[in-house]
């Protein structure tokens, strides 16, 4: 399957330190942990035994490392990690997309023109992203290199891969198997269908998700109660937790890729790729970005400080040390550079916090938008809905419907920016015109939010809720988004053989790591003109 020309070390542009430029890894690794606040790291500290420990003790740790966006989402984090690039560049600026030709959101991958291989699944494509992935950089500059993205999310492994790799692959809830794009391929290589005769999701029927360490007091000293009230919604909030339904049935495989059992099947999936793709196995240097997914799955449900949420944490330190294990085995630990580091963190659930003494939030989601309306409604009666859009906690309008009304979207946007501020759960909120002036000293927030801004997809209203307020109808879940700490302060990692180990305490991003990687593949990839690159990590 592989195509390999002659070994031939391009270094670009950059200069090593001195003597003679190490020759370059023979396999990057890039990991993304979808929902990694940088505090799992400290608090479960004593507790990792597997793949966490070693990179914690052996890598370079970058204790400061924020992201420099303000919608911290997904989509936007992953692009931004593959390109080096901020969401007012690469153009992902949310998870869905709103599209006014059919008056509908949509995934922000979703193209019409591809259609799932492999199996039943989403018709995705990386075309949105408008800045190359450091997967490109590596395809256009090193011939013969292989770049695949291996995910639970969709969205995750197209935005890592990006449009020059040989594969994005992604688990598909509608079939428990893992399923790619017509972009990438006509039909499914021989090696994923092998994977998905396996069955892997299905074998999860009739267990269930028990606590990975059988001392039990450990879950309350490190995490909380179990069963707090506000977990899960009110369903079934204490472990064990059951799998609903049975196979082939699509909430079956949901239930499955909810629990903290999801990401090993990623993992299996990552080293069929490896195999597949025989990644690593000669002197041109590949790439794998690898996204683990069950991190966001669990948190949203069951909040950050849950017993749940430390009981993914420990079994993702197993499956990292599984990883760890099989690239040592198959391409050598001591020719393979890792990288890991997280596309947002998450705010904790708002009735822990208002237990700990924290002023903390949760109100209705039609609230902003009723608003928006209301206001727009009582300068011209009948206007009736003129929000087409509400993408928590932003806004976006139905312009027909408000050149129909003779509104000009500038009053619409001052008049519905006015009544979101006036419910007394919002901080500021910001319209397109606001961005096309020149930020104030000192207005951190505008800077984050102006770099999340993309004329051409951004929302009309783009909103920054209070900190530790949420939008959710319900008493339980919690959710990400805003430019707070809590979501934008994540891990970096860099872990191998010539990454000397430490810990450093100055500020940085996930932003710096393409670039970063792209030195050490020794292809050109210059950082932001707000990032840098990790020197520590390239001494």
């Not at 390999?4 to 890039?30: D, E, I, N, Q, T």
């Not at 393979?336 to 949760?362: F, S, W």
């Not at 990692?493 to 593949?521: H, S």
């Amino acid at each position: 399957m592989k195509r390999r020309l002659a070994a031939c070390v391009l270094l670009g542009a950059f200069a090593f330190a001195a003597g003679p430029p190490p020759s370059p890894p023979k396999l990057v690794v890039l990991i993304v942990i979808d929902q990694l606040r940088y505090d799992y790291l400290t608090r479960f500290d004593d507790l990792f035994q597997g793949g966490f420990r070693r990179l914690l003790d052996e890598g370079a740790v970058f204790t400061n490392a924020k992201f420099r966006h303000g919608i911290t989402l997904t989509s936007p984090g992953h692009a931004s990690i593959a390109t080096g690039r901020h969401p007012s560049q690469h153009g992902v600026t949310a998870n869905y997309r709103y599209d006014p030709e059919h008056g509908k959101r949509v995934n922000a991958v979703f193209d019409p023109a591809e259609e799932a291989v492999g199996g039943k699944g989403s018709n995705s494509s990386p075309r949105i992203l408008e800045a190359p992935t450091l997967a490109d950089m590596l395809k256009t500059q090193r011939p013969g290199s292989i770049a695949v993205g291996v995910s639970l999310k969709d969205r995750s492994a197209i935005l890592l891969a990006g449009k020059k790799a040989d594969g994005a692959y992604w688990i598909s809830a509608d079939c428990g198997c893992l399923v790619t794009s017509t972009y990438y391929h006509d039909k499914a290589p021989r090696w994923l269908e092998a994977f998905n005769a396996r069955k892997l999701a299905d074998s999860y029927f009739g267990k269930v998700w028990r606590p990975f360490l059988e001392d039990r007091s450990l879950y309350e000293k490190y995490a909380r109660a179990d069963g707090f009230p506000s977990e899960s919604a009110g369903r079934e909030p204490s472990f064990p937790h059951r799998f609903r339904g049975s196979p082939p049935a699509p909430d079956f495989y949901e239930g499955v890729l909810d629990s903290a059992l999801g990401d090993e099947i990623v993992l299996n999936a990552s080293l069929a790729a490896i195999n597949g793709w025989q990644l690593g196995e000669d002197d041109i240097s590949d790439l794998l970005a690898i996204s683990f997914a069950g991190v966001d799955r669990v948190g949203h449900v069951f909040g950050p400080f849950s017993q749940e949420a430390m009981d993914q944490m420990l079994r993702l330190d197993y499956v990292l040390g599984r990883l760890l294990d099989e690239l040592d085995e198959q391409v050598g630990l001591d020719q393979t550079v890792i990288a890991l580091t997280a596309d947002h963190g998450v705010m904790p659930l708002v009735e822990y916090l208002q237990q700990e003494g924290t002023n903390a939030v949760r109100f209705p989601k039609s609230v902003i938008p009723d608003a928006a309306n209301r206001a727009i409604g009582e300068k011209y009666p009948g206007a009736g809905n003129v929000v087409a859009y509400f993408d928590p906690p932003h806004i976006i309008f139905d312009l027909k419907r408000l050149a129909e009304l003779g509104i000009s979207r500038a009053e619409a946007e001052n008049l519905g920016s006015q009544a979101i501020l006036a419910t007394g759960y919002v901080e500021k909120v910001y319209r397109h015109s606001d961005f096309a002036a020149k930020p104030a000293s000192g207005e951190a927030f505008f800077t984050l939010y102006r770099n999340s801004f993309y004329a051409p997809r951004s929302q009309h209203l783009i909103v920054q809720l209070k900190q530790n307020h949420y939008i959710d109808g319900s008493q339980g879940s919690t959710g990400h988004g805003s430019p707070y700490d809590y979501d934008r302060h994540v891990p970096i990692v860099f872990f191998g053989k010539r990454i000397p180990k430490g810990r450093f305490e100055q500020p940085a991003g996930p932003e710096d790591v393409a670039p970063t990687l792209a030195r050490i593949l020794g292809i050109e990839m210059a950082p932001d003109p707000d990032s840098r690159l990790l020197d520590e990590a390239l001494r």
